[in-house]
């Protein structure tokens, strides 16, 4: 896994310079800069958080403050993939818990938890426009509807093939 001990690459650097130089403010890239970050590292850690706030003319709180709004930015580290399972009230009653349950068991892991091979984060997510068909969850970029166990079992298992 990549450290983010190590300051912002030049190039990173740059496309965000380039991001906010594209914007009225510089401030309106906070976003796609925190994604390009992510991309890099899988997270955004506080030192790099800092960076970016720099670069576009921020505080370090307010940058924080939109990275901690979307659920898609990840503050903390995160494994190579990661599932997101709703657990907002459509979900819910179609047997999110049910899923979660056998997420946890399948992997060895507690929501909010990586597993020990790094390759799987499980993170709860609350609705994702998806409640025709819940059960859904995202899994990296893509989202899955009418999740059922079988399904889990073969997105678990070809994310476990994928470095
Ligand atoms: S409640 Fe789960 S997608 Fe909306």
Redesign the pocket.
Known sequence: MLTADPPLPATVRAEILALAAAELHPRGAAVAALRLVQAHFRWISTPHLREVAELLGMSADDLDGVATYFNLLFRRPVGRHVIML?D????WIMGRERLCAHLCRTLGVKPGETTADDAITLLPTV?????DH???MLVDDTLHGDVDIPTLDRLVAALKEQP
């Open positions: 709703c907002s009230v459509s979900c609705c994702i426009g998806h409640c819940a059960p859904a």
